[in-house]
């Protein structure tokens, strides 16, 4: 069984920084995809970040220069660290892990940008 267990959400002003984590456990094959994603209060749920088992990213355009994707292969743990935060970053920010034939998705950690 997979579990993805995010952390480092909270409030922070315009401006400032915040680093999300996930971390995955159980049956984590080596090729797989892990990524971001964020749902704003009644918006759908939309890709940040992706980063696939060998390091290739995809950014949305919206978040392009101000946040980072990274991964620890040997941690099965995935970071994105967030700058430059504006209140249009406020959402849930959800982890996902794509495996070959399968979705696993976190609890969500709300982040909640203020003006």
């Known amino acids: 069984q997979v579990q993805l267990v995010e952390s480092g959400g909270g409030l922070v002003q315009a401006g400032g920084s915040l680093r999300l984590s996930c971390a995955a456990s159980?049956?984590?094959?080596?090729?797989?995809?892990m990524g971001w994603y964020r749902q704003a209060p009644g918006k759908q749920r939309e890709l940040v970040v992706s980063i696939t088992s060998g390091g290739r990213t995809t950014y949305v355009d919206s978040v392009k220069g101000r946040f980072t994707i990274s991964r620890d292969t040997g941690k099965n743990t995935v970071y994105l660290q967030m700058n430059s935060l504006k209140p249009e970053d406020t959402a849930v920010y959800y982890c996902n892990l794509q495996l070959i034939g399968a979705d696993y998705w976190g609890k969500g950690t709300l982040v909640t940008v203020s003006s």
């Open positions: 159980g049956s984590i094959f080596r090729t797989n995809v």
